[in-house]
C-alpha cells in the first residue's frame, strides 16, 4: 500500500489503526495526520520499541488492509 493512498484515506485508517494499537489516542492519530514517519515515531513513544522494529510492524499491517 502506497503512502499517498495511506495519507488521502487517513480518517478510515485510523480506526483501524486503534483496533492495532490500542494505547494510541484519537487526538495523536489527529496530529500525525496521515504522515508515515510521525506515526512511526508515535509508535516507538508510546510502546518503546526500535525503529526498525515499528517499520516492520507498520509494513506488516499495511499488507493487511
Aim: hydrophobic share 30%; net charge neutral; aromatic share 10%.
Amino acid at each position: 500500500m502506497d503512502r499517498d493512498r495511506v495519507k488521502g484515506n487517513w480518517k478510515q485508517f485510523k480506526g483501524r489503526a486503534r483496533e492495532k494499537w490500542g494505547e494510541l489516542t484519537d487526538d495523536e492519530l489527529d496530529r500525525v495526520n496521515g504522515q508515515r514517519e510521525q506515526f512511526e515515531g508515535l509508535l516507538q513513544e508510546r510502546y518503546g520499541k526500535a525503529k526498525d522494529d515499528v517499520r516492520k510492524d507498520v509494513d506488516k499491517w499495511l499488507d493487511t488492509l
